[in-house]
């Protein structure tokens, strides 16, 4: 049978990314297919951030070879890391260079929570506070409000795969914060969507990832509504 006889995503992610790639292919729905390219991630701050932003066109015309439906940029810091816009402006740059649909993590965790109807978060990352504090005002800059917002202070990207779903439990249980309505864990890197519905139900709260997001948001901006279970998001 043809490959992607539904759909093909394409997914950009950082060079040390095995999760992403990993968590595409578990989930995706009969007749999605994922074809993937790598760009270069030395250092998980604001100047290695930007340094990755700079290869996604190069990563994207390649990428284009495999004739996706959409191109993902799949990373949230990335893609937020020079504020309010640069998700769009990403966008329009793999739009430009390829002709094909495009999506960045970012922006598929802001159409994530606004579906969910949230307005009060609790973030946690195993970012460095120098990116933390970039992340919350992009989401702040978008209209929600970071009630809390904790890191594992990673700098090397290598330790994001490496990072164990109860490490991340831990460190959100400990950030949850009265008033809040959704958990937000962000960085691609981490492999925790198996780990969804039980944060859910022991938190008492929506729980969205990064990558959780991004097979989301490019699953329906392809019209596919298929409920892969992971989580509340899902159902939507």
Known sequence: MYCGWRARIGLIMP???TNPEHEFHQYAPEGVTVVTQRVLFERVD?????EMGAR??????MLARAHPDIILF???SGSLINGLGYDQELIKRIEDKTGIKALTTSSAVLMALQALGSRRLVVTTPYIDRVNE???KFLEDNG????NIKGLQNLDPD???LEPLHRLYDLTKGALTPGADTVFISCTGLGICYGINMMERDFGLPVVTS???SIWGALRALSIRDDVGLGRLFSL
Do not use: H
């Open 15 to 17: 060079s040390s990314g």
């Open 46 to 50: 604001p100047e290695g951030l930007r």
């Open 56 to 61: 996604v066109d190069e990563a994207a015309q």
């Open 74 to 76: 799949g990373c949230t």
């Open 134 to 136: 970039i992340e919350k």
């Open 144 to 147: 929600f409000q970071v009630l």
């Open 159 to 161: 330790l994001m795969p």
């Open 211 to 213: 990558n959780q997001a």
